[in-house]
């Protein structure tokens, strides 16, 4: 790969680096993209879901909008596009919004525009609850399986909530990846990796549908990306 290096000065040289020297940047996994610099011109500009990465091939998998296949491409050609949101009541835009508490996908800029919105996002909320689930991230799991997350810890350090389990509520979005089968322990996390616990088929009357869910929309069916809550007393609150 060829690598840019810039140097204390602020000098800049290009060298060759063998992919195995080279830390991939898992910051991009999740995230959405735009395709460039592809010998394949009808494929510049396309933008798609990043998903895992091709550790021997180099190359992220990225499943772009309107096809359910996954395509191999460098990270060269990928650039992470700017999360740049509209506020759902007044159409204003903006990178960083409060979302509503209820379905944690919706925007809004301001208080006011909450409440004002608010009549015309109930029915379209009511609807986007419909496959909410509530968890709980120490019981829901393998029994003796470390739970943690980081919200109610001022140092940004993951601590485990089975010993605090009174944190900071705090909407994420959380990574689920399924098993080979059917039968086997369901992983969440976020991006930080700062919450990470487990959901299994005895423990959670969900586990199947959450399963199914991941299985028909997820990428290369077998992971999801969801919207979620963290609730002040350790539960997970999650759509999907």
Request: charge should be positive; include cysteine; hydrophobic fraction near 30%.
């Amino acid at each position: 790969y060829a690598v840019t290096i810039t140097d204390d000065h602020g000098n800049t040289q290009q060298v060759l680096i063998a992919l195995k020297n080279l830390r991939v940047n898992r910051g991009l996994e999740g995230q959405r993209v735009v395709l460039k610099g592809l010998s394949k011109q009808d494929l510049n500009g396309r933008q798609g879901l990043v998903g895992i990465f091709h550790e021997e091939r180099g190359r992220w998998l990225v499943t772009l909008d309107g096809d359910s296949e996954s395509i191999a491409v460098k990270p060269a050609n990928l650039e992470e596009l700017q999360h740049l949101h509209a506020c759902t009541h007044c159409g204003a835009t903006a990178t960083k919004m409060s979302k509503c508490q209820k379905c944690f996908k919706s925007r809004f800029c301001s208080t006011a525009c909450v409440q004002q919105g608010w009549p015309a996002h109930k029915a379209e909320c009511q609807r986007s609850r419909e496959g909410q689930v509530t968890l709980d991230p120490r019981t829901c799991g393998p029994p003796d399986t470390p739970v943690f997350h980081s919200f109610s810890d001022p140092s940004g350090k993951r601590m485990d909530i089975s010993d605090n389990p009174v944190g900071k509520s705090k909407t994420t979005v959380l990574k689920i990846s399924t098993p080979v089968s059917k039968e086997g322990n369901l992983l969440v996390y976020n991006q930080k990796r700062d919450v990470y616990f487990m959901i299994a088929p005895q423990q959670c009357a969900q586990h199947g549908a959450i399963f199914q869910s991941i299985t028909d929309n997820g990428v290369i069916g077998r992971k999801g990306y969801f919207p979620a809550r963290i609730a002040r007393d350790g539960t997970v609150i999650i759509n999907y």
